[in-house]
């Protein structure tokens, strides 16, 4: 990548971990309640009562893990960038497969009410269970981008994990925005058809600038970038924890 | 305990409840009032389920929806609508609500055993809930209102589709849970709550009619309730003049019970008045409306 023309000295990939690391746990001070929350949460309730609906789950992780593995039979000759943008693209799939089937569900079955009245009501459980998706997720992406990785000797590990991240917790935060703003059952449709069409519009309106964000901005800056989307993300859905659905009866 | 302080509830531009003010102890309430009158909208604030337009409610000083799942673990609620997993057995959807409610397993098994052996359900307790009947699903939901051992015990029309017998059950285990603890129960039906409840809440119009106990609610129309027979040609007439409560036939004349303020006529015996009278005359207009 010689036509870097940011002039931004890049801090060896120790440093970065350091650094976020640091970042993290000063940034996390605050929400040390919010984790020990969930933790109780998790010796009260159990794993096996929180994903009550696992066959379900599966099923949905069945499918994504079938079309990442579309990514291994891609041929040999693509462009650099296309696989970047696929992979800036693709992120949140699994995360958003999950996360709505499990907001659907929870929030317009019947038993709505009755979970509704419990200490860990329904608005807790998604938000867990969104923490644990988006965690999987993030798992699952790195193992396919190291495959990718791997086969495509022009992709950079640490760039692509980084897209990768931002790409799913930016989406994560604008999928609860959506979901604690409006009631409409529409409002998901919107927000995947705004992220497919955002991310297209701009890969073919203008491709240079698009291109130039996913290929040559340093790694550093997608860092500070992945870090404040997580802060923000982790602020969402400690709000969803204390959500209330103000007009309610359905 | 429960205090509910000017609250009112809005959907859009209707208004469903206005200014309303409450105040509960430990004891039976009875929140009486025709279909929509908005008593599934009170429980649903009680509960948090909602959050009122307007006003607050507080538990002991606290406001219920700050106190958040500190409230909830006070709370058994049953809703109207008791929403259960077909593929479930009682015990199955129990423990699991159980668990959403913090309870550890050993004792969500022990007390699991005990309420449905309380609601006669103990030798189904591990069939599916979809081969269950209407009534049998309805004390399920009793049942699991029951769990944490609830301080407020709220249940919207809880006697739905339960028989003549399982109501009586049903009363009973009421009286019992009220002994030391806040139970709210709505219903339209006046039998469920006329004999048992400690005070008697209606709404009208959108607002607290009464809250009061079964006798000074009744003392409202003492002097003012007869009964007498009346010829079948002269029905239609009478029906005009006065608010009839109730008719029934005999010897091809006409029973009828009333509703008279006035001076009342020779023949017409007076009556004790029932909260079934008050029930009728109070909501004559709506009632009528829906014939
Ligand atoms: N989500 C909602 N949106 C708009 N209006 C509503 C909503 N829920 C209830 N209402 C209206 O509020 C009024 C009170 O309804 P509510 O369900 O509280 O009555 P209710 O006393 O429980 O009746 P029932 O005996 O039939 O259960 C009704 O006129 C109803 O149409
Ligand atoms: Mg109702």
Redesign the interface.
Known sequence: MKKDQFKIPMPDDSTIVRQISQIVSQGLVKRESFSSYLQSMVQ???W??LF?DRLELSFILTIVIGIYSLFLIIPNQVEIQDLYAFIFLLSPILFLALSIYTYVNKTQ?????????????VY??IAFRMLAFSVSTLILNTLAIAFIAMKFEEIHFMRAFMLSGTSLFLFSIILLVALMNRRTKGIVTVTLTVWIMGNTLLKSANNDFYNGVLLHIPVIVYAVILLCCLIIYMNYLKKLI?F??????F | MLVVKNVSKR??DFTALQQINLEFNTGLYGLLAPNGAGK??LI?ML?????PSEGEIYYNGKNI?AM??QY??L?????Q?????KNYSPKQYM???A????LGKKEALRKIDELLEKVALGDVVNKKMKKFSGGMIQRV?IA?ALL?DPKILILDEPTAGLDPKERARFRHLLTELARDRLVIISTHIVSDIESIANEIIMIKNKQLLYKDSVENICSTLKGNVFETTVNFELMKAFRKKYVLLSEKQEYGKMIVRFIHKGVPEVEWKPVVPELEDVFLYEYRDEIEGEV
Not at chain 2, 47 to 51: C, D, G, H, R
Not at chain 2, 99 to 102: M, Q, S
């Open positions: 009260q309730v159990g096996r009562h009550s079955n019947a038993t709505y009410d009755v979970e509704m009245a419990c200490k860990y009501n807790q459980v204390v209330k659905q103000v007009e309610g009866v | 959907y859009g599934t909208t649903k509960a948090t389920l909602i959050t929806i958040d799942e909830r673990e709370l058994g609620f049953l809703p609508q008791f929403g259960y997993y423990l699991y609500l668990a959403l409610k913090g939901g699991q944490n």
